[in-house]
C-alpha cells in the first residue's frame, strides 16, 4: 500500500512543479503597448484640478498604467484583469497648493503589458495657464452716449485690447457685424460708421485670447435728429479720469421727467454742494464729458451752454448745502434752488457685510473677537459729516475676507441691534442710488479690491465709492 501511495504522489508533485513554473514565466507576447494619443502638454495653476489624458493598446492585453511623480506624492497604479486591448486614461489630481507658480513639471505614464512589457510617455506640466480674460477698453463711442444723426459717420468707433495672446475680436448689432481674428498681446478697432436711422443701438464686443478666455462688453449709442437723452448726470469733476476710477456713484444721476412732453429733455437732480462755489456740469454720458457737455452762459443767467469737454464754464452752487438743479433741452434753460431737508436723520449708520476691512477690524469680526459675517452684530460704524447731518463717511479697504468662500458684498444699516432700517442698492453691480429697506446687495471681486473712501447720504439716497 505505502508503495502505491508513493507512485501517485511523486507524478503529482512534479506536475504542480511545472505548473508553478510556468505560471511564474511571463507570458510570451510580440506586442508592446502603443499611446495612440495622448495630451502631452497642461497648462495649469497650483490649486487647480488637472486631468490626464491618453488611449493606449495592445493586442495582447494591457495589464497595469502607472502613473509616478514623487514631488507632488503622486503614485497611482491602476490595474485591469480584464486585461483590454485599448484603455482610455482620464485621472483628475489636483496641483499642490505650494508648487511654484512658472514651474515645469514633467510626468511618465508607464503602460504594461500582460506579457511584462512597458511603453512610457510623458506629460510635460506648467504652471503658467492663462486664466484672464483680455481686457478691453471702449476709448468710443462710450455707453450710452447720444449722436445727433447727420450727413454720415455718426459713430466712431476706438477700441483696445490686451492679453498675453490675443486671438479674436468680434462685435455685433443690428447694423454692424464683424469678426476680427488677432495675434499678438496687443491690437485695436478703429472703424466710422454711418447711420441711417435713428434708434438706440445696442453693439456686443468680444474678445477672445488663445486660451479662449472671453472679455464681453455691451454698449447702447443713442442716435437721434433732436437733442434728446435717456439718461442725465451731474457731477463737479473736471478730469475725466474720476469718472471712471470710482467704484460706483460719480458722477450723480438726474432723474428723467415722466411728463409726457418733457420726455428726454428736462431732468432734475437734488445735490449737496461739499463747498461754496462747487461748480458742477450735466453730462449725458457717465464716463466721459465728450461727445456733450452742459455748462452755464456766462453772458445770460440761466441760460444753458454746450460743450464736448469740461472746459465749458461751469453751473455755479454758491453756498455748501443742498440744492435741486434742474434743466430744460427745449429752451436750453437751468434753475438752481437751494432748499433744506426735512426729514429726519440718524442717529448712526453702518456697514454690514464680507471683506470690508476698516482699520484693524472687518465686518465679519464681533466686539467679542468672533467671527460673524453679513450681521448687524459685527456692523462698522461711519464717520459724521461735520456740516450734515445726513451725510456719512468711511475709509475703508475691500478685499477677499481670510479663511471665508462666502460671497464678498456689503448692505447699510442704522441698527447695530437689529436688521431695520437697511439700505440696498438699485443695482448690486452697478448702484446708482441706496434703496432704503429693499434693493440688492451689493457683491465684489478681485478687479475692484483696493482701498475707498465712501460718502452716504441718507436723505438723498446716494453713496460714492472714490478710490483713495
Not at 225 to 246: G, R, V
Not at 273 to 291: H, K, L, N
Not at 326 to 353: A, H, K
Request: include cysteine.
Amino acid at each position: 500500500m505505502k508503495h502505491s501511495l508513493h507512485y501517485l504522489i511523486i507524478p503529482l508533485i512534479i506536475f504542480l512543479t511545472i505548473v508553478s513554473c510556468q505560471e511564474d514565466d511571463p507570458i510570451e507576447v510580440d506586442s508592446i503597448p502603443e499611446f495612440s494619443s495622448i495630451n502631452e502638454g497642461i497648462a495649469s495653476l497650483p490649486g487647480l484640478n488637472i486631468t490626464l489624458e491618453a488611449v493606449v493598446t495592445d493586442p495582447a492585453g494591457i495589464q497595469s498604467v502607472n502613473l509616478k511623480y514623487d514631488p507632488w506624492f503622486l503614485d497611482k497604479t491602476i490595474v485591469k484583469d480584464s486585461l483590454p486591448t485599448s484603455y482610455t486614461l482620464k485621472y483628475n489630481f489636483k496641483v499642490p497648493e505650494d508648487a511654484e507658480e512658472g514651474s515645469s513639471h514633467t510626468i511618465p505614464i508607464t503602460v504594461t503589458n500582460i506579457g511584462g512589457k512597458s511603453t512610457i510617455n510623458e506629460v510635460v506640466i506648467t504652471l503658467d495657464k492663462d486664466v484672464f480674460a483680455p481686457e478691453v477698453n471702449v476709448i468710443s463711442p462710450v455707453d450710452g452716449t447720444t449722436v445727433l444723426i447727420g450727413d454720415g459717420d455718426e459713430l466712431q468707433f476706438n477700441i483696445t485690447f490686451e492679453d498675453e495672446e490675443l486671438s479674436r475680436f468680434e462685435i455685433a448689432s443690428s447694423i454692424l457685424n464683424e469678426v476680427v481674428d488677432l495675434s499678438g498681446t496687443s491690437s485695436s478697432y478703429i472703424k466710422s460708421l454711418n447711420v441711417e436711422e435713428t434708434g438706440a443701438y445696442v453693439f456686443v464686443i468680444s474678445v477672445t485670447d488663445a486660451t479662449g478666455n472671453v472679455a464681453t462688453q455691451s454698449l447702447t449709442v443713442n442716435v437721434l435728429d433732436q437733442l434728446a437723452f435717456n439718461q442725465m448726470y451731474i457731477t463737479n469733476e473736471t478730469d475725466a479720469a474720476n469718472l471712471i476710477s470710482d467704484l460706483f456713484g460719480v458722477p450723480q444721476r438726474a432723474e428723467a421727467s415722466a411728463v409726457a412732453e418733457e420726455e428726454g429733455f428736462v431732468f432734475t437732480v437734488n445735490y449737496y454742494a461739499e463747498e461754496p462755489m462747487t461748480e458742477v456740469r450735466f453730462i449725458p454720458q457717465d464716463e466721459s464729458f465728450a461727445p456733450y457737455t452742459f455748462g452755464s452762459n456766462p453772458d445770460i443767467p440761466g441760460q444753458l451752454a454746450i460743450g464736448a469737454d469740461s472746459d465749458i464754464s461751469a453751473i455755479l452752487l454758491e453756498q455748501s448745502g443742498y440744492y435741486e438743479v434742474s434743466m430744460d433741452l427745449r429752451d436750453f434753460t437751468y434753475t438752481v434752488t437751494p432748499y433744506t431737508p426735512s426729514d429726519t436723520p440718524f442717529d448712526q449708520v453702518y456697514i454690514i457685510g464680507r471683506g470690508v476691512t476698516i482699520g484693524n477690524t472687518t465686518t465679519c469680526t464681533a466686539p467679542n473677537g468672533s467671527t460673524l459675517c453679513w450681521n448687524f452684530g459685527s456692523a462698522k460704524p461711519f464717520v459724521a459729516h461735520p456740516d450734515s447731518p445726513y451725510r456719512w463717511t468711511l475709509e475703508l479697504t475691500l478685499e477677499d475676507q481670510p479663511n471665508d468662500e462666502g460671497e464678498n458684498g456689503f448692505i447699510l444699516n442704522a441698527n447695530p441691534a437689529g436688521w431695520s432700517p437697511f439700505w440696498r442698492f438699485d443695482n448690486g453691480v452697478s448702484p446708482e442710488a441706496t434703496v432704503p429697506n429693499g434693493g440688492d446687495n451689493f457683491t465684489f471681486d478681485a478687479a475692484q479690491f483696493g482701498d475707498y473712501k465712501f460718502t452716504f447720504d441718507t436723505h438723498l439716497n446716494t453713496i460714492s465709492a472714490t478710490r483713495l
